[in-house]
């Protein structure tokens, strides 16, 4: 007769529990940990160096502090704007005034570099005229705009228009003149309209040049916003509290408005850059 065999169960711990999916999930604490190890911070170096020379300036009185205020004077400045002032006004309409002078400027910019880049006649038209305009100082127009719009709201958006337009029209013109002129002919042997030539070979052949000309076009903006706030001074805006701050001998109020311009124009640059990359996420996939 055959032995039996003997099966054994494998016994079962109850410490040895598998770990749920859950469990393996790093917490909060620890995911913004990470999140500040994988960031690059070396962006930080100078401007927490010119704030410690701030501080040391201002705390051991080698300047005048009535004219450079100290930064915690600064920061109480700032936070009583922020809650008992008028910042959320003054900064609402300050952005407001600057996406609309670049919604303008820049669409005029697109249109008028659209067709000086597409037809010889109109370059042959416009083009010395523009290339004369362009060399007028902005700040040189203020007066006429004054004069033909006052000193309120449109006034400062079609100041803010006439920065934003010139960046756009410029690189839009060069964009597609820079396009070789294979592919119009490639395009043409597959049977494109114009619409079709347009959309798929000119328009994506120049859209780097273009994307720089709308980035410029919104540093522009925003440095004519804070300009057209500062000569034609009228209603709500940053450069308005500024000029107040000045006015009344409110160095903290002044230098709190350059910190929210400094701020708000890196923020800007940021968002343009973002979005650049990320329109042109495609080239980057076809290379």
Do not use: C
């Amino acid at each position: 007769m055959s032995n039996p065999t003997i099966q054994t169960v494998p016994a079962i711990v109850p410490d040895e529990v598998p770990a749920t999916p859950s469990d393996s999930r790093p917490g909060i604490l620890q995911r913004g940990l990470q999140f500040l190890w994988r960031r690059d911070w070396r962006g930080f170096v100078l401007p927490l160096l010119a704030l410690a020379l701030w501080w040391g300036v201002t705390h051991f009185k080698l300047a005048n502090t009535e004219v450079l205020a100290p930064p915690g004077a600064v920061l109480i400045e700032g936070l009583h704007q922020v809650f008992n002032g008028g910042f959320v006004w003054d900064l609402t309409a300050s952005i407001s005034r600057d996406l609309a002078g670049f919604t303008i400027g820049g669409l005029a910019g697109f249109a008028l570099g659209t067709l000086l880049g597409t037809s010889r006649l109109a370059e042959l038209l416009v083009a010395p005229s523009f290339n004369a305009v362009k060399q007028i100082a902005l700040f040189a127009w203020i007066p006429m705009i004054s004069v033909w719009f006052g000193m309120g709201e449109p006034a400062k958006v079609v100041f803010i228009s006439l920065a934003a337009f010139y960046p756009v029209a410029i690189n839009t013109f060069e964009g597609i003149r820079s396009v070789n002129r294979d592919y119009a002919e490639v395009a043409r042997v597959y049977g494109f309209s114009r619409l079709q030539l347009w959309r798929r070979v000119i328009l994506p052949a120049a859209s780097p040049q273009i994307f720089t000309g709308l980035h410029l076009a919104l540093i522009y903006a925003w440095l004519a916003t804070i300009g057209a706030e500062y000569f034609l001074k009228s209603g709500y805006g940053v450069g308005n509290s500024m000029i107040d701050g000045r006015e009344h001998f409110n160095m903290g109020s002044v230098l709190f408005g350059l910190v929210v311009v400094g701020s708000i124009g890196a923020l800007l640059n940021q968002l343009a850059v973002r979005l650049e990359h990320r329109a042109l996420k495609w080239r980057n996939r076809s290379a």
